[in-house]
């Protein structure tokens, strides 16, 4: 009969979508997880365009530096990541074992701790170069020269903490034991900063000079018995000329421990000075 053939290729697609092909998943199964994955993707990158969006409205052609912040960080969205995450999606659907579920669940917190640290990393380089261009408006060379170096440390610095933890926070969820690394982290650190702890301490200085601004180069200051103008600002030391014409250098460590007197900021400067006449002289 000819109603015989199409029972059979029904039956047929029946057992072909029934039949499991990889750890127990058929056909369906992994269909409903490309979807998911689709889903999932456009889903993101709507999302993605919304916040932008929002953030370019909220920001008003600059008027809000926060707003222009936060959208330059989340331009810098790795869409790769972005893939990776909506493929972790669609995996998330099906039923696997015991282990594949749980390596799934590794590779998520993964994707979320890569992601936030490449944020965070954009977030210190925007900031950065910011603090820098505020500093390159000046027309002095030398202050130029110290934001620089003050950004370069800072941004090492920030750096290497923020990839750090991140790095801990990876192995910890991947079942490391990061207890005896971070203890081995911590009686390294301190032995480095007892060696170093002369130069740091100055480096540290040099970034509290270029930060609080106590002087600039050009100023005219008095720190105890020594007075002149500052000449230079380095990561270890500042060198002023007195007034006698010889250059002073002296720590930043020790500079910054003094009463500093800046007698460039007085807005109104008094001077008191004698003088006199003779006795015969005329009205």
Do not use: C
Not at 187 to 215: E, H, M, R, T, W
């Amino acid at each position: 009969s000819p109603a015989a053939p199409d029972r059979t290729r029904s039956m047929t697609i029946d057992d072909w979508r029934s039949t499991p092909l990889f750890l127990g998943l058929t056909v369906t199964d992994l269909a409903l997880a490309v979807l998911a994955a689709i889903a999932s993707y456009a889903a993101m990158r709507s999302a993605l365009r919304l916040a932008l969006g929002a953030l370019k409205r909220l920001a008003g052609g600059g008027a809000r530096p926060a707003a222009v912040a936060a959208a330059d960080v989340l331009r810098g969205t790795n869409p790769l990541l972005m893939v990776l995450t909506a493929l972790l999606i669609g995996v998330g659907v099906l039923a696997l074992p015991d282990p594949w579920g749980a390596r799934v669940s590794h590779l998520w917190f993964l994707t979320l701790m890569l992601q936030l640290a490449l944020w965070g990393n954009r977030a210190v380089m925007i900031g950065l170069a910011r603090y820098f261009q505020r500093h390159a408006t000046s027309s002095n060379e030398q202050t130029i020269a110290q934001a620089s170096a003050s950004s370069t440390l800072l941004g090492w610095a920030l750096h290497t903490m923020l990839w750090t933890v991140a790095l801990l926070a990876i192995l910890s969820n991947l079942g490391v034991n990061i207890t005896a690394f971070i203890a081995s982290l911590g009686v390294g650190g301190i032995a480095v900063a007892l060696a170093v702890q002369n130069i740091l301490s100055d480096l540290f200085a040099s970034l509290s000079i270029a930060i609080d601004k106590p002087f600039e180069v050009g100023d005219f200051i008095v720190v105890n018995a020594v007075s002149g103008t500052v000449e230079h600002v380095g990561l270890k030391s500042t060198r002023i000329r007195s007034l006698s014409g010889e250059q002073i250098v002296m720590s930043n460590t020790d500079l910054l421990k003094q009463t500093i007197s800046n007698y460039k900021r007085m807005s109104t400067r008094r001077i008191v000075f004698l003088f006199g006449v003779t006795y015969d002289t005329t009205p």
